[in-house]
């Protein structure tokens, strides 16, 4: 299941958007003013907050790796671990593009957040009352342990270039 999915998709269109600026610089790559050390670090941060974006969305959107944010309170559970973190690398991605010259607009509504939020708490404690609480991640962690040793190749005991196969031919008779 994916979580977050209005934060993925905003954080997409973020990166989408870069990738066509990014086809627009490259086609002025020749210009003189563009190959500056300035630029070179300018772009050097700006590949760096695109890596942390691509992170970042892969952590949100799973709920083995959504850990990290959750913070226990006592009204519950919060996530404004995640808020903080989206509205920073927002922050820093904005600075970059700027630094670049990008003209990339921000949306800085909460609205999509929240109700992202909103839902992925109430999966959490959902998935809370179905696992007692605290067991719930070393459940998903032991799933997901399973999961990646069934997808593993298992080496063939046999050496596969002695193995002859023998063809068959069936001969059918119709009467």
Do not use: W
Request: glycine residues 2%; charged residues 30%.
């Amino acid at each position: 299941m994916q979580l977050n999915k209005r934060m993925c998709n905003q954080l997409g269109l973020y990166i989408t958007k870069t990738v066509s600026n990014v086809k627009m610089l490259q086609s002025q790559c020749n210009d003189d003013e563009l190959l500056t050390v300035e630029n070179y670090k300018s772009f050097n941060k700006f590949l760096q907050n695109l890596r942390k974006l691509n992170h970042f969305i892969e952590n949100i959107s799973q709920i083995k790796r959504l850990k990290r944010f959750i913070q226990e309170t006592d009204s519950g559970i919060s996530l404004e671990r995640l808020k903080d973190e989206y509205f920073q690398l927002l922050e820093e991605y904005h600075e970059s593009t700027s630094s670049l010259k990008f003209d990339i607009q921000i949306d800085n509504k909460t609205d999509y957040i929240n109700q992202d939020i909103e839902e992925t708490i109430k999966f959490i404690q959902a998935f809370e009352r179905n696992f007692e609480g605290d067991s719930m991640f070393s459940f998903i962690d032991k799933i997901s342990i399973d999961k990646e040793l069934s997808e593993k190749d298992i080496p063939e005991s046999y050496d596969n270039q002695n193995v002859k196969f023998i063809k068959c031919k069936i001969k059918f008779q119709i009467t």
